[in-house]
């Protein structure tokens, strides 16, 4: 086997070539160079692969343990991502996706986030619906000591009623007390890895910094995360239908793009689940 690796962008994102389906479920080394080029580059790039659901689930056990909870599709292991409620019931909490995130800062339980993501594309959206990618350990490298010295004891409420105010401003009681379920969460600003890299913990689930005015802290995190996903520093993935992309949630920061509420598209993911807490 050989695998080419052609980086994508100044910051994240790396397109492999010379791997086919077959390959992924016998080729016992692919594994484990995913997941060296994943810490590396952050988010992987196959074109035209074309996976079926099974061999998406059995390739990603291979990374790690994967996430079982019903997803809205018959193959355990899948979750449809659609705005089609006829295809997945969830899809109204599906549009907090167009801001950027870290999958997993609230989860119900003390889950630790997701360890990787993969998305397939079973259908594209005409217009919009792209995905885009920012590394949050290049935004904690790109501080200044200073910066990393201000930053350090600072800890994060993240809530999914902060993602959720940014798609329904005016929510309804009901809606209220749904997202208000969901535990908040704790997070230090700076995840320091079981690896000793650092990043940055960011994104729309970010309510507040703890014991700073409201004011200054929505200026601080916002400030950060503009920085963070500069355009110079995002790779923007256009779909195309066989595409399959894989990130690393612990240290990339995602989005997608906005599209029609009609749209057909349809991605199908499969998540790896974390080992490690934000810390």
């Known amino acids: 086997m050989t695998i080419t690796i052609d980086t ?17 479920l ?16 952050g988010v992987l790039v196959f074109r035209d692969l074309h996976l079926d659901p099974e061999t998406q689930v059995a390739f990603c056990r291979k990374l790690g343990p994967i996430d079982t909870e019903p997803g809205h599709h018959p193959v355990e292991g899948i ?5 089609d409620t006829g295809k997945n019931s969830s899809a109204s909490y599906l549009r907090a996706t167009f801001d950027w995130h870290i999958d997993g800062c609230t989860p119900q339980d003390d889950a630790y986030p997701q360890m990787a993501t993969m998305l397939s594309a079973e259908a594209v959206a005409a217009s919009g619906g792209d995905t885009e990618f920012a590394s949050t350990y290049k935004a904690f490298d790109n ?10 004891a600072l800890r994060v409420v993240h809530s ?5 105010r940014l798609v329904t401003p005016d929510p309804t009681p009901e809606q209220l007390a749904a997202w208000r379920r969901r535990p908040s969460k704790e997070h230090p600003l700076i995840w320091t890895h079981k690896t000793g890299r650092k990043s940055l ?16 802290s929505r200026q601080l995190l916002d400030d950060l995360l503009d920085r963070c996903t500069a355009p110079e ?12 992309v894989i990130w690393d949630n612990r240290g990339v920061i995602h989005r997608a793009t ?22």
């Open 258 to 279: 906005p599209y029609d509420t009609g749209s057909p598209r349809e991605m199908l993911r499969t998540t790896i689940l974390g080992d490690e807490p934000i810390r």
């Open 201 to 216: 913990v960011l994104g729309a689930s970010t309510d507040h910094v703890v014991g700073m005015d409201p004011v200054e």
């Open 26 to 41: 016998t080729d016992d080394t692919v594994a484990a160079a995913v997941l060296d080029a994943l810490e590396t580059h």
């Open 160 to 164: 999914l009623e902060a993602s959720q």
């Open 143 to 152: 501080l200044s000591a200073t910066e990393r010295e201000q930053l350090a």
């Open 79 to 83: 979750y449809r991502v659609s705005l």
């Open 233 to 244: 520093r995002v790779y923007r993935h256009e779909w195309s239908v066989g595409d399959t």
């Open 8 to 24: 994508l962008g100044h910051d994240v994102g790396a397109q492999i070539s010379g791997v086919d389906r077959e390959q992924l």
